[in-house]
């Protein structure tokens, strides 16, 4: 089991919390600097990216629990 992590942009407010707790997976998006984006989320442990998900200030980052060799709508999930 892994997690992906999935940023709602429409929940975001900026506050860059994710990016100062996980600077090697969470950055700045070009262009856009007022929103995050993945960088590379598999340089932190799982349990880093739960803290930063619990610690956004608007329930932006999403965890979402899948098995790493097949989705779970490809098991009929
Ligand atoms: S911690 Fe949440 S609100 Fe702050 S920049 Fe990251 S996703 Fe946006």
Known sequence: MAVRVVI???RCIGA???IVTA????RWRQGDF?????ADESTVDEDVLREVAAACPTQAIVLEDFIESMEASELGA
């Open 8 to 10: 709602d942009r429409r």
């Open 16 to 18: 860059g919390t994710c």
């Open 23 to 26: 600077p090697s997976a969470f």
């Open 34 to 38: 007022v929103k995050p984006e993945l």
